[in-house]
């Protein structure tokens, strides 16, 4: 097994423009491509194999799996969006049952900063065809709290 910490950093600074991008994507087409999303889980798979982290797999693919159950649930009742459920999931996969609590606080605190700049017109909110309320994209969200779980050194190699 391979350890190597400059490595692991590398990797986690590539997926951290990667997430970037899928942001910006979601910001301005409301699209999440399944490329960026695929790349997202192979750099989780090269993250684990240089930080030693591999026993970590199966319980995060794991959670990501179920989690992606509840979350295809939330699809088919059109309450969240298909890019959502992907990005989400592969979120999931990186943060896993470890990292899970921080992930899920930053995540509700830019949740809540990108709800707010929508209602303010900051940011874009469209309205969704033949209702009242309105689109936001989720993705600025999800890399943002990833990237800060990076910062803070919850996947920092064994």
Known sequence: MIHNASLSTVVLVI???VLFYAALTDLKH???RNDVVLVLALLFFVHA???GRLATIPW???FSALILLVLVYLYSRNW??????KLFSVALLWVGLDCALPFAVLLLAFSMIHTLAARF???SAPQIDGDERKRIAFAPSVAAALIVVFMLGCLRPV
């Open 30 to 32: 409301y699209k999440i």
């Open 49 to 51: 194999f240089v930080s």
């Open 60 to 62: 995060n693919v794991g």
């Open 80 to 85: 969240v969006g298909g890019g959502d459920v």
């Open 15 to 17: 997926t951290a423009a």
């Open 121 to 123: 017109g900051w940011v």
